[in-house]
């Protein structure tokens, strides 16, 4: 770490060093996340919100979300824990598809792998840590039939045209 005295100077060295500007854009990102992050919407979308989506679908259509700025996949993980739960409750078969992206390519990586820190107790309930999880050691995996429905994808909403035909768009 290196201060320097103005804001035009800052933009010299942006121009001069590719990393640094690298470095700045990293940092803007946000990259908060944690399973059901902010309980009260979570309940709202699980009581209120897919169980509507479900109620007007035909149950040989597949429920198509997406999740824009999934980060480390927490959240994206989560809406497709919330839909198979929702599937249960109706005793169908989950046809679901969670598109997830992020313009974090490291966050994605590390997304797509579906490895958490024994951490994720603390918001995640023990059913549904014995449903959705495999506890290895000190790190959780995502189920593959959870994490076979999530597809993560590098993205720039404001760049790249957006996902098409979508059910539910969440945007955290």
């Not at 854009?25 to 979570?42: E, P, Y």
């Not at 974090?104 to 107790?121: F, K, L, Q």
């Amino acid at each position: 770490i290196y201060t320097v005295p103005s804001l035009e100077l800052y933009l010299d060295t942006l121009r001069q060093n590719p990393s640094e500007a690298t470095s700045l854009f990293n940092d803007i990102l946000i990259g908060v996340t944690s399973f059901f992050r902010d309980r009260d919407s979570w309940d709202k979308l699980a009581t209120q919100v897919i169980p509507q989506i479900l109620h007007e679908r035909d149950p040989n259509e597949t429920v198509r979300t997406w999740t824009i700025g999934c980060s480390t996949g927490e959240e994206a993980y989560g809406l497709a824990m919330l839909l198979f739960e929702a599937f249960d409750n109706l005793e169908m078969r989950p046809q679901i598809q969670v598109f997830a992206s992020d313009l974090d390519e490291n966050s994605i990586r590390y997304a797509r792998d579906g490895v958490y820190p024994t951490a994720i107790e603390a918001d995640v309930s023990p059913e549904r840590l014995e449903l959705f999880f495999t506890r290895e050691g000190d790190q959780y995996h995502i189920k593959s039939e959870i994490r076979d429905r999530v597809l993560f994808t590098n993205h720039n909403i404001l760049r790249d045209p957006p996902f098409s035909h979508q059910d539910l768009i969440v945007c955290r």
